[in-house]
């Protein structure tokens, strides 16, 4: 039995009323001097914008107020938190509050419902005074409305023309039902375009690769599973959105996809969109740890020479070499310094070695100390480069860049796989040379593992191992384990150590590592200087190509005393595969 308000109720909600409508007036207010809307959706806008029709009634539910997010008419009349604005909702507000505090309490409103949030068709009143009492659900006569782009509960005005332009890109791709898992939202207007474009030139080459008209469904699954996808799929894997925590996958997809434009202009050939994420996050992530590691390098600039830089942590590389990856191959990209001079064409002939193994590109690197280098002989470069490769049978293309060597190296080898250099002049033995040597330098900064070759052509037909267990010789551990497994090498370890137990741990280390990815070697401990033990084993074995970890001590420590690598590089004649 309902029951009509008493005069002491009225009062208290026309009191509740004028607190409530000066703090929406406040709120207001602050929105305009912020620039933070906090404004109800207007139902006819989004229905409009989203081009949605029909509902389907879903009777009587308990729906969150804070999921409430818009209006069909009074979106003007209340704040997002439907706070009253206006004294002419004074009469109704009040009524409504007086009833609530008595026996008759609020009956169920009417709303839409969009994906996950809520419109109001009749009840704006009863959802306001429900929050001015405490509530947290509301009793609602629910239609929903299906949408192509299901709406949020803290979706703003501002996001409709996203929403507009996602609702227009799923109505022309149909990818939401081609893909029901897709999620291609962006931050910023106007990038459907772009993305509508990329599946056109995708459909164009699909066109000339398949020879035969391809629909256009078709085009958008193959570039949403083959391009797309494969992208998106490393962003996940290195956890690169974490980085960036504003933005979407689209977002960085679109990123990645002008970036890459930009880097191959710069470098002058193709960069894989792998190579370029890496990039981008290296260059452009504005997260505190990238800040304070960029910090330290240009103090170290400051301090110390280029040639005390540590380099990139160990194992980075590998980190970005297996994500992202469609095949098993770890060197799609080869990169190879070049002189001109016989030497590097050795350097050169190695790395068609490799090709042929793994189906590599190989990008030869001519770097010019100047712009006035005489034309004829970069293109004389250029003529041998493609004939050599030609007639080889793999794919090539040389760059030429300007600068110092070692920079312009270690700039290209980011978006490569594998540095193939010629070995005329490792680093010398007193610490003065050493820190004088572009060798050195090159192994200390190079971003990805290099192979080191003297002057002969190994078939790279047996591998040699030296593991200690450090960071660095794990992850010539893991090539070494790649190289036995995908080239199908006969694979030895060596353990260098004078303390027979500890030693044996070591190997014991590598054998447990190798038998896990099921790939069988041979295991050698020595006593002994380590570089004669590891090149008499190499001879004993005939072993035609060596593994090993980078330098392991600091780069002051390194130049001082000087490394097994560096003793290594200056009397093996057996290509050296020197791993990060």
């Known amino acids: 039995m309902f029951t ?8 208290t909600a026309i009191s ?22 906090d404004r109800l959706l207007s139902y006819d806008d989004v229905r409009q914008m989203l081009r949605l029709q029909g509902g389907i009634e879903r009777g009587v539910q308990d729906i969150p ?4 997010v ?9 704040t997002r938190d439907f706070l009253p604005l206006h004294e002419a909702t004074q009469e109704r507000w009040v009524r409504v509050k007086a009833a609530a505090s008595g026996l008759a309490g609020l009956p169920p409103i009417e709303v839409y419902k969009i994906g996950n949030a ?18 947290h659900h509301i009793q609602a006569y629910v239609t929903e409305v299906q949408s192509r782009v299901p709406l949020d509960p803290n979706v703003k005005p501002d996001d409709l023309i996203l929403i507009s332009e996602y609702n227009q890109f799923l109505e022309r791709t149909h990818l939401d039902q081609l893909r029901p898992d897709a999620d291609l939202r962006v931050t910023a207007p106007g990038q459907y375009p772009v993305l509508l474009e990329h599946i056109d030139v995708h459909r164009y080459y699909m066109g000339l690769d398949f020879q035969r008209d391809i629909s256009y469904e078709e085009a958008v699954t193959h570039w949403y599973d083959t391009v797309y996808l494969p992208i998106v799929e490393f962003i996940r894997q290195q956890g690169i959105l974490r980085r960036f925590p504003d933005r979407t996958e689209t977002d960085l997809y679109l990123w990645i996809a002008e970036h890459r434009a930009e880097l191959e202009e710069e470098l002058g050939h193709p960069v894989r969109p792998e190579h370029v994420a890496g990039h981008l996050v290296e260059e452009h992530s504005q997260a505190l740890e990238n800040f304070l590691g960029r910090l330290g390098n240009r103090l170290l600039e400051i301090i110390a020479p280029d040639k005390l830089e540590s380099g990139p942590r160990a194992g980075q590389w590998r980190s970005r070499a297996l994500a992202g990856r469609s095949d098993n191959r770890l060197f799609l990209d080869l990169l190879t310094p070049l002189n001109g001079k016989e ?3 050795c350097a050169l002939e190695q790395a068609i070695v490799v090709a042929r193994r793994e189906g590599s590109n190989i990008y030869g690197l001519h770097v010019r100390r100047d712009e006035d280098e005489d034309d004829s002989e970069m293109q004389a470069i250029r003529a041998e480069f493609d004939r050599r490769c030609e007639n080889s049978g793999v794919n090539g293309r040389m760059v030429f860049s300007t600068g110092e060597i070692v920079e312009e190296t270690c700039s290209h080898a980011a978006v490569t796989d594998l540095v193939i250099v010629n070995l005329s002049y490792p680093p010398a033995a007193q610490p003065l040379a050493r820190l004088a040597s572009g060798f050195h330098d090159l192994i200390q900064r190079c971003p990805r593992p290099v192979l080191a070759t003297p002057q002969t052509v190994s078939p790279l037909n047996r591998a040699l191992l030296a593991f200690d267990g450090s960071p660095k010789a794990r992850e010539a551990l893991f090539l070494a384990t790649y190289l036995a497994g ?37 295991y050698h401990l020595k006593t002994g200087v380590v570089s004669q033990a590891l090149l008499e084993l190499a001879q004993e074995l005939n072993s035609d190509l060596i593994v090993m970890g980078g330098y392991g001590l600091s780069p002051v420590l390194e130049v ?17 595969l020197i791993c990060r």
């Open 65 to 68: 107020l804070d999921a409430i």
């Open 486 to 522: 995908q080239w199908h090498i006969p694979l030895d370890v060596i353990t260098v150590s004078e303390d027979d137990r500890s030693g044996q741990e070591t190997l014991e280390n590598a054998r447990q590592y190798l038998e896990e990815h099921n790939v069988k070697a041979g």
């Open 343 to 345: 030497d590097g064409w």
């Open 118 to 135: 809520y419109f109001v068709k009749d009840g704006n009143h009863r959802v306001s005074v429900a929050r001015q009492l405490g509530a």
């Open 16 to 37: 509740d009323f004028h607190r409530a409508r000066n703090r929406g007036q406040l709120k207001a207010l602050f929105s305009r001097l912020t620039g933070a809307s």
């Open 70 to 78: 818009g209006s069909v008419g009074r979106y003007s009349d209340f």
């Open 4 to 11: 009509e308000p008493t005069q002491e109720d009225l009062s």
């Open 560 to 576: 001082v005393l000087g490394s097994t690598v560096n003793d290594v590089l200056r009397e093996s004649e057996k290509p050296i």
